[in-house]
């Protein structure tokens, strides 16, 4: 608890706090303008190709870099490390403080702007694949955060390249891609979403992700101690 304590004041006594509330509010305010000027299926469009392609995952790196990465950077983490607790009980966490805030500012957003547009159904839809999505990002912006100082780059390379732009070019892409793994979660609920992949393989492989990002993000902070890096 005084790890997730000393997180969340790291998150939240930050600048980037601020970027990560704007842009849900981008969101839900652009939502709700063109509901207002054209109507609610015309922003619904926006929504999941907004919504989890860009403003999710960006939340996410905010998150998952602000509860960890100024420790790496600034060498605190050494401190942190010489205390007797788990290195994975630490990076657990840390991640679970990175995942509130990706569902807070990023996951709710995007319920509240679905609701904007009049359908229900299709909002608790992509409110679950926005979970799902969340938590996996938040899990592997957490081990790459672990793994570089420059976690923000690495990551934003990640969701700009191969999420949105080789994602919108290539279907298969979807197979590999967290975005369209909560879509298909999504669409589990509500057939209007869009069906990018086989429905077990995004569970499985969400699950899978997010697993393998908190222990990866646990063990690299044991070969720290173990190495003395800073």
Known sequence: ?????????????????YL?????VLLIGLVTLITVLT??????????????????????ILAASSVLGPEVDDGSIVYLLSKPVSRYGIAISK????LGATLVAGSLPIF??????????????????????????????????????????????????WESLLGNLFTGIAWLSISQWGIRIGHALSDELPDPAN???AIGA???????????????????SLRGED
């Not at 109507?39 to 995952?57: K, M, N, Q, R, S």
């Not at 969400?206 to 070969?223: E, H, P, Q």
Request: aromatic content about 10%; charged content about 10%.
């Open 39 to 60: 109507d609610g299926d015309a922003a619904w469009e926006i929504v999941p190709g907004l919504g989890y392609t860009l403003v999710l995952p960006l939340v996410a």
């Open 112 to 161: 509240v702007a679905a609701l904007i547009t009049g359908d229900t159904t299709r909002a608790v839809a992509l409110f679950v694949g926005a979970v799902v999505a969340g938590t996996t990002y938040s899990a592997l912006f957490l081990a790459i955060s672990a793994v570089t100082r420059h976690a923000v780059i690495a990551s934003l390379m990640f969701v700009l390249i």
């Open 20 to 24: 990560l509330l704007a842009f849900p």
């Open 206 to 224: 969400s699950l899978v992700v997010t697993l393998a990002g908190v222990w990866f993000a646990g063990d690299r902070l044991r070969s720290f």
């Open 1 to 17: 608890m005084t790890i997730a304590k000393l997180a969340l004041q790291a998150l939240l006594g930050r600048r980037r706090f």
């Open 95 to 98: 991640w679970l403080v990175a």
């Open 199 to 201: 429905l077990p393989w």
